[in-house]
Nanobody
Framework: EVQLVESGGGLVQPGGSLRLSCAAS????????IGWFRQISGKEPEGVSC????????YYPDSVKGRFTMSKDNAKNMVYLQMNSLKPEDTAVYFC???????????????WGQGTQVTVSS
């Protein structure tokens, strides 16, 4: 059974940092692209990063580029999302996904985690 479990969310002040973790199990980690999405209630999920399975290429949208960094530890089946210079508009539920490719839409990924809340507020 594929499982993705996120952790590390919380409340942080604007300008602060958080590191999210995603523990993966139940599948061959190297065979999948792993991504992070975020979702605000009532809105569609927004992709914030993805690492491809083929060559480890990383993708970020302009909204987080230069502030967010995704990394992967194959030995531990873990992925991380380091988020710096956080802004109130980064507030959302963040969840990791696994799929064959780095799709634009979260719905194209076959597996989702349950998500972790990130709140950026003073």
């Amino acid at each position: 059974e594929v499982q993705l479990v996120e952790s590390g969310g919380g409340l942080v002040q604007p300008g602060g940092s958080l590191r999210l973790s995603c523990a993966a199990s139940g599948f061959t980690f190297d065979d999948y692209a792993i991504g992070w999405f975020r979702q605000i209630s009532g809105k569609e999920p927004e992709g914030v990063s993805c690492i491809s399975r083929s060559d480890g290429s990383l993708y970020y949208p302009d909204s987080v580029k230069g502030r967010f960094t995704m990394s992967k530890d194959n030995a531990k089946n873990m992925v991380y999302l380091q988020m710096n210079s956080l802004k109130p508009e980064d507030t959302a539920v963040y969840f990791c996904v696994a799929g064959r490719l780095c799709y634009n839409s979260a719905y194209d990924f076959g597996s989702w985690g349950q998500g972790t809340q990130v709140t950026v507020s003073s």
